[in-house]
């Protein structure tokens, strides 16, 4: 058995655990406009700063049984889920591309989209706070990969383009809003490291997942065709799907279509 395959997965791991921290700490105060770096970690029911053994990721939560150990109150399971999915994004990263020069820029550009979706869900709302580095860290990674520029350019084009473009006609057609300006912005983040054929995908994802929630939402009462979703919250995670599987699908579905 090759260690170093196993130890460099776990310490990748380890820090995509450290990282979750980061980010839930970045969906909690960002959109409520308070510094994510600065102030110390504290309950958000009685206030009271958080220790050393408060903040170990996931065990934290799981020794306290998921509840403040100073007041009681229930802590979401959000915060070890999103801990556990920057855990995971980091390991399935290193094995889709490796430890290259773009790995802690794709790194970081996952992790924000893992906030977004979060922040959307709450809020719907995409803060540019957190898309603008998104896109830069995208950029970047673009920039170190052969073709990436070219491939960046048409996936912004294909992303933000295609959901300018739904959201002017449905303006049009419909004299009101349905897309805000954060969805168009999310899909440059996510579109320079795509491209195109990826970005599509990613839409398309994200809008079968959005049919299959309202259609849930009208089926138990709670919403109508014209129920406003969190479309961020989909195109998030559509987006890191379609980069660590999506080239594979679109080859199957096209080698379906060709007959084999």
């Known amino acids: 058995m090759d260690v170093t395959a196993l130890a460099l997965p776990a310490v990748l791991a380890l820090l995509g655990l450290i990282m979750g921290s980061a980010v839930t700490a970045i969906a909690w105060r960002v959109p409520r406009g308070l510094s994510w770096a600065r102030g110390r970690s504290a309950c958000t029911n009685c206030h009271t700063p958080l220790g050393p053994r408060d903040l170990v990721p996931v065990f934290s939560w799981l020794l306290a049984r998921g509840r403040c150990r100073f007041c009681g109150t229930v ?7 999103t801990e556990v999915l920057c855990a995971t994004w980091a390991v399935l990263l290193h094995g889709r591309i490796g430890l290259g020069p773009d790995y802690p820029f794709l790194a970081i550009w996952g992790f924000l989209l893992i906030a977004l979706m979060w922040i959307d869900f709450d809020f719907k709302l995409l803060p540019d ?15 170190l990969e052969p073709g990436g520029v070219h491939r960046a350019l048409l996936g912004v084009l294909a992303g933000s383009g295609g959901l300018f473009l739904v959201a002017f006609l ?7 809003e349905g897309m805000g300006g954060g969805d168009i912005k999310l899909a440059a983040m996510f579109g320079v490291v795509l491209g195109w054929p990826l970005t599509l995908l990613t839409l398309f994802l994200a809008a079968l997942a959005g049919s299959v929630w309202g259609g849930i939402l009208m089926l138990r009462r709670t919403g109508d065709g014209k129920s406003e979703l969190p479309f961020g919250t989909l195109l998030a995670p559509a987006a890191l799907a379609s980069f660590l599987w999506g080239d594979g699908w679109i080859h199957r579905y096209f080698s379906l279509m060709g007959g084999g």
């Open 170 to 176: 449905y303006l049009k057609l419909r004299k009101q």
């Open 75 to 81: 802590i979401s399971w959000r915060y070890p889920l």
């Open 129 to 143: 706070a957190i898309t603008f580095p998104g896109t830069l860290f995208a950029l970047v990674a673009a920039f």
